[in-house]
């Protein structure tokens, strides 16, 4: 399966951006779509998490309350919509694919599948 993210750009802070992960084929109910963004020196940090059904989701606290994740299966898309956006939010954005029943889904090393990424610049 691949995943192609889409979306990122360069905002102020305090505007909103959609992020967009579009996959080459419908994945199992089971498979778990997550966004992690990596901000310059730093390592993959885990956001927001969907399942296939769309019926469960799951946020990182600093996202929480700011960030929703939604699915459209007919258009085998994820999206992650962001408001309230500040400095420490820019990075390269990426989703991926857990295909691990019960796995964690904050966990990067159960992800499989890898997104190319893309660039959010939140300048103040």
């Known amino acids: 399966v691949q995943l192609q993210a889409s979306g990122g750009g360069w905002v102020q802070a305090g505007d909103s951006l959609r992020l967009a992960c579009t996959t080459s084929?419908?994945?199992?109910?089971?498979?778990?779509t997550g966004w992690f963004r990596q901000a310059p020196g730093k390592g993959r940090e885990f956001l927001a998490g969907?399942?296939?059904?769309?019926?469960?989701?799951a946020y990182s606290d600093s996202v929480k309350g700011r960030f929703t994740i939604s699915r459209d299966k007919a258009a085998n898309t994820v999206y992650l919509q962001m408001t309230g956006l500040n400095v420490e939010d820019t990075g390269v954005y990426y989703c991926?694919?857990?295909?691990?029943?019960?796995?964690?889904?904050?966990?990067?090393?159960?992800?499989?599948?890898w997104g190319q990424g893309t660039l959010v610049t939140v300048s103040s």
């Open positions: 991926a694919l857990n295909p691990r029943m019960g796995g964690d889904w904050a966990n990067a090393g159960e992800y499989d599948s």
């Open positions: 969907i399942n296939g059904s769309g019926g469960s989701n």
């Open positions: 084929q419908r994945t199992p109910s089971h498979f778990v």
